[in-house]
């Protein structure tokens, strides 16, 4: 079990600079995603933690030990990449049993840990065949196998569920999760899908351009995203983005889109005071978005009329793309919504839950809580 | 209907595979039959192509004659000596070239590609004024030091070798299983196809080798199975074409018995390395 440090940490490959200014504390069994966008520098930062990638400048430490001169096999950690990385000429089990080996376990332990990875995996019937004989969920399967076999300190996962299929991908997510109960050891997942950073991290590290954006619970990064990027990037369908100016108007503030104005909730004032007469950028997310007919009460005031686009039913909900004034929302609405194609709709929003960000990249959220 | 073109275009097919297979084999038929045949039935004026009464006499004779057991042994010496170093070689290089980063490792590489370039009877006269100064001319190593390093073979391998995948490297150096090691335990296992195939190819290239051994080596002691035949045909047996034909058919069957063997192998190793034999 262990603890993973990693300070000021940076990478580069020749002029580029894949990991800038890196400082990340995982704790002892905690389930760590690394999430982003492909080429934000997430798999590189994996890759550091294994050993496979030298960092340019910082210390990495696993435990107490600082293991930047350490090579990947003395570092306690499993690796499960996203091509599974199987050897093909080798079967499930001595694909499971080579790492042991070669650190000259004996026979027998050998022979346990593999029967017993494969029980909780539940590949028993598999053991003998060759990777070829494999569907990919199995081989994923065999591939954490064989990190499991080794009892690891740290397991790493590099998009361990990319090349799966959407309903495999869901039941492989739960089943880590439960891997991760089970074992109850440092996980470091590195992925770009937000679903498997929300559902199965216990902390998530947002990040973008080699840089870390938001590192937090999932729910928190979800609620208080700390700015537009992470916003955007964390939860589905993305979040709703408006540029705006903030009017002070008879003692209350309003959101003045353009085309609409919506009121902003008594209890914010105090927070986006210094705001007003200035340009910000507002943010809202589909789900909070209603059709009016289905609003609650108290956010019935807050209608917009919206011309409708495109309807999604997906059967729990309908997703609407809108024509809100010059802006295009997406709304998450009631299944008993029932409106068609080019149709008006009255929108409700729940502005409890909306977000102010500053105009000027980085687009910092401006805080409304404590 | 369908079915009736479908046979006669079988049927078609079969009957040029047969008469191209039916000339290919004719003559080495024409030599087992004639290595069997009593010199008086060699010139008939209706040919006998079933030796009667058969005349195994002649393999004696040539024995007798010619030491080409011997020739069989150097043979056999030279062929896995070369495939023996080869293999090593091309496969380290290979690794180097297609795994390691290295200063200049494209410079170098094109330089074994060079050698693929250059006709290899361009590189006798040095090869041979070398092997003379270090005093190895008429021995087995004169004819296999040349081909010890094989550029087409190290090209192979580096491409078989390239297209085993990163992440397999990295899963092996996390298993504790870098360098040498993961050469051995995961790139040659899977890298086994190509080594066959040019394995095939290096023992038939240089089974068949003729001019090269016949520059570096002048006694029957050292001399391989081609050679032996060639002075055979000058010297021995002037103009006895049934010694001549048992002679021929010794040489020839060792390649033939391989080829029978690994026929499919053949094929592959052809297939793979593009080029015919």
Redesign the interface.
Known sequence: MARVVLQNVSKHFGTVQAVKDFHLTVEDKEFAILVGPSGCGKSTAL?MI???EEPTTGTISIGDQVVNDL???DRD???V???Y?????MSVYKNMA??LK??KFPKHEIDQRVKEAAEILGIQELLDRKPKQLSGGQRQRVAVG?AIVRKPAVFLFDEPLSNLDAKLRVQMRAELSKLHDRLQTTMIYVTHDQVEAMTMGTKIVVMKDGLIQQVGPPLEVYNEPVNLFVAGFIGSPVMNFIPCRILSKEGRLLIDAGSFQLPIPEKRTSYYHSLVDSEAIFGIRPNDIYDRAFAPETIKGNAVRSVIDVIEPLGSEIHLNVTTGQHNLIAVVDVQTSYRVHQEIELAFDLDRMHLFKKDPPHLRIKAEE | MKFNWKLRNRLGLHLILMLVSLITVAPYFWILSTSLKFRTDVFTPTPKWIPWPINFQNYLEVFQMAPFHLYLLNTIIVVTGILGVQLVTITLAAYVFSRRNFWGREFFFFLFLIQMMIPIHATFLPNFLTLKKFDLLNTRVAMMLPFFASGYGTFLLRQAFRQIPRSLEDAAVIDGCGGLRFLWHVLIPLARPTLVAFSIISIVSHWNDYLWPLIVTDTPEVRTLTIGLGMFVQQESGADWTLLMAATAFVTAPMLLFFLVLQRKFVESFMLSGMKG
């Open positions: 890759r294994a050993g496979l090579p990947p096999k950690i499993a690796m990449f996203q091509e990385a199987l050897y093909p000429h080579f790492g070669l650190r064989r």
